[in-house]
């Protein structure tokens, strides 16, 4: 198998909330939800970067589509790592996530590995990791 993500789906609870944090807080750029005419079919599309797009879907949605039984959300499943170039572009972002009513889990802080980092949940409580490795370049 070749790896080939193209899209990386998130469960949410209210979408029309989860677009307002990802569209109007966190400034992602989207077309908003699409395929409400269809039942089980409201989602929304976010490009992050050229051939790959986050997906946010309501929970109920998927285990419809997937056939398993909607159980409870556990943060600690996954997290989404938004790589920046800097430790004060860090810092920016954690701020924008914190006035878009991200939950901050985790101040921005100096990493065991020589990086710096911080945790922040959106409204579903998904994780992201917003961080500067001096060891990647953009």
């Given at each position: 198998m070749?790896?080939?993500i193209t899209v990386i789906t998130i469960g949410v609870n209210d979408l029309e909330a989860s677009l307002r944090f990802y569209r109007d807080g966190l400034g992602f750029p989207t077309a908003g939800v699409i395929g409400k005419d269809f039942e089980h079919g409201a989602v929304v599309?976010?490009?992050?970067?050229?051939?790959l797009r986050l997906a946010l879907w309501p929970r109920k949605s998927i285990g419809h589509d997937t056939g398993l039984a909607v159980g409870p959300a556990s943060p600690t499943e996954m997290t989404l790592g938004h790589n920046v170039a800097s430790r004060a572009e860090v810092d920016a972002v954690m701020e924008k996530a914190s006035a878009a009513g991200a939950f901050i889990v985790k101040a921005a802080h100096d990493t065991f590995w020589g990086g710096y980092s911080g945790y922040f949940q959106d409204p579903d409580g998904h994780l992201w990791e917003v961080v500067w490795n001096p060891q990647w370049s953009e």
């Open positions: 070749k790896p080939r599309f976010i490009q992050l970067q050229p051939g």
